[in-house]
């Protein structure tokens, strides 16, 4: 059977397949990681690799996260879906996901950081949590 007499699932089928195939872009990533990872630790400049806008297949997907490997840190963020924050084997460099609602992924990048945005407080947040903590110590003062 030629090329031009696949059926749509023979097609999708080998999509699928090619997918999983690595394309060879992990090592050039690998390279930009190392080299934001000594510009971290020379100027304290973050990077963010969004994988999304590469051509990254799953095979060079999983080609980056076995040289990475896994480090001790994972963080699950909810908020209009859920973000996963997985410290990788090499320190300062981080796996950040983003998932909608129904688990589908919306977004993929490498962060290069001490510590992913996502997992800082906001200024704005922090002033909420200290007034309720202010209210909260006033009520027990008065309560006493």
Not at 23 to 37: F, M, S
Not at 117 to 136: F, N
């Amino acid at each position: 059977m030629g090329a031009d007499h696949r059926s749509s699932e023979q097609v999708t089928s080998l999509k699928a397949l090619k997918a999983h195939v690595p394309t060879g872009n992990a090592d050039p990533i690998l390279r930009e990681i190392a080299t934001a990872l000594a510009r971290l630790l020379e100027t304290g400049a973050p990077t963010t690799i969004d994988l999304g806008a590469l051509p990254f297949s799953a095979g060079d997907e999983k080609a980056l996260d076995a040289a990475l490997g896994e480090g001790e840190i994972r963080a699950t963020v909810a908020v209009l879906g859920t973000s996963q924050v997985v410290e990788t084997g090499t320190p300062g460099v981080w796996r950040v996901d983003h998932y909608d609602q129904n688990g589908e992924t919306l977004s993929r990048f490498v962060e290069i950081t001490f510590v992913p945005e996502i997992l800082k407080s906001q200024a704005e947040d922090a002033r909420d949590g200290l007034a309720r903590l202010e209210a909260d110590l006033a009520a027990r003062s008065n309560s006493k």
